[in-house]
């Protein structure tokens, strides 16, 4: 891996025409960058990215007609609310990790 030190108003450049410009760091860290890029090019983060790599076997749409007995419907809401509650986790312990990044970033950037 390549490890580059960047300020405030400053680029790489990968490839002929992609550009990635640091433009803020915030006081908690946070790290906003500005990417350049040919419009056929797709630009993710990285957490999107491999969620859109993954197949999606086990998320079959659910199929329900007047006739789905009501004990299928209320298995189905429940598995909806325990989706919920884990994707908050999931949530949480994201926005936990880029902080966690960011101060990294912030750190390497200004040789705290």
Not at 24 to 48: T, Y
Request: net charge negative.
């Amino acid at each position: 891996m390549l490890v580059l030190s960047r300020y405030i108003d400053e680029s790489i450049v990968i490839g002929n025409d992609i550009e990635i410009t640091v433009v803020n760091v915030g006081k908690n860290g946070v790290v906003r960058l500005g990417i350049n890029a040919p419009k056929d090019i797709s630009v993710f983060r990285k957490e999107v990215f491999d969620k859109r790599q993954q197949p999606d076997k086990k998320n079959q749409p659910v199929r329900v007609s007047p006739d789905t007995p009501p004990d299928t419907l209320t298995a189905i809401v429940q598995n909806v609310q325990r989706i919920e509650e884990k994707l908050d986790t999931v949530v949480v312990l994201l926005e936990r990790l880029c902080e966690l990044l960011t101060d990294k970033v912030h750190n390497e950037l200004y040789d705290v």
